[in-house]
């Protein structure tokens, strides 16, 4: 009797959507702090894993901001130690936007002696004193001073930029501690916060950036941006099969370790959706 072999069928493992939009939180709650409950349960299913498929970030958060981050001011000393401010509105700036309004304020003062350019007479740019008198002066220190690149508390008639940089954090935080409690192997950091994550979001443009007027890189997190992020393997998270989703709390850190402010500025928002692609195995 002649014999047949046959083959098993193989069924690839099933898989759901989880949608997350920030959108959908309580009217009271914040974008970087919401939960979500709903009168059944956010998910069921047998389902053993999941994982971030896609982040979309839109971020309308300024940069230059007394009460977020205490860089909304620029002071320098004139020769008889007289200190002069510049002070900055909330708002997005990129480099050449916020030196050229210093520029422009500190003229406006009318200060005697002083007359102020932006050149390149030392190599790198610089805020000179091109006035005949050739008064120097200090750059007070300052947060918003040190973010544009200048070494402060040091007289002279020329003070060069060095490597500005005014994005208002490196990297923001996507956390979830009621869906990564079950995953047994945990994120790990060179911080010394340790915080198991959702998704990682790096401040930085996937391209090169555009280049501001005096040629400086605009960073993400200059302007306001809608981005979004596809992964094309993300990181898989252990979930125990016998457990729904029930009521979800979503918080956004920043590279601080401080749950991003999204309430009292004016200008100041954010909103975010994340695709969770759900798997049986």
């Known amino acids: 009797m002649e014999s047949h072999d046959r083959g098993t069928t193989i069924r690839e493992p099933s898989t759901a959507n989880f949608l997350i939009d920030s959108f959908d939180r309580p009217t009271t709650q914040t ?14 299913g047998f389902f053993t894993r999941f994982g971030v498929a896609e982040v979309v970030l839109d971020w309308a958060i300024p940069n230059i901001s007394e ?26 700036y990129n480099v050449a936007q916020a030196l050229n309004y210093i520029l422009a304020e500190l003229n406006n003062l009318v200060l005697a002696g002083y007359t102020f350019e932006l050149n ?12 005949a008198s050739n008064n120097q002066f200090t750059i ?18 020329e003070h ?45 443009w996937d391209e090169s950036p555009d280049l501001d007027g005096y040629g400086f890189p605009i960073l993400q997190g200059y ?12 990181k898989q998270i252990r979930w125990e099969n016998n457990m729904p989703i029930g009521s979800v709390n979503f918080q956004v850190f920043d590279s601080n370790g401080n749950i991003i402010n999204t309430q009292s500025v004016t200008g100041n928002d954010m909103n975010w959706g994340m695709q969770l692609l759900v798997s049986e195995n």
């Not at 970087?32 to 998910?43: D, E, G, R």
């Open 120 to 131: 390149f007479s030392l190599g790198p740019l610089a805020l000179v004193n091109v006035n």
């Open 67 to 92: 009460e977020l981050y205490a860089n909304s001011t620029f002071s320098i000393l004139d020769a008889s130690a007289n200190p002069h401010t510049v002070t900055f509105g909330p708002g997005n």
């Open 31 to 44: 974008a970087s702090n919401f939960t979500i409950a709903k009168k059944n349960s956010l998910f069921n």
């Open 223 to 234: 302007t306001r941006f809608v981005a979004r992020r596809v992964l094309p393997f993300p």
């Open 140 to 157: 007070v220190p300052g947060t918003l001073a040190e973010q544009l690149g200048f070494v402060t508390g040091v007289q002279a008639q």
């Open 160 to 204: 060069a930029i060095f490597n500005p940089n005014l994005s208002p954090y490196r990297y923001i935080d996507f956390v979830s501690t009621d869906l990564t409690y079950n995953q047994a192997l945990k994120d790990a950091t060179t911080d010394t916060r340790d915080r198991t994550v959702l998704y990682r979001w790096w401040l930085a």
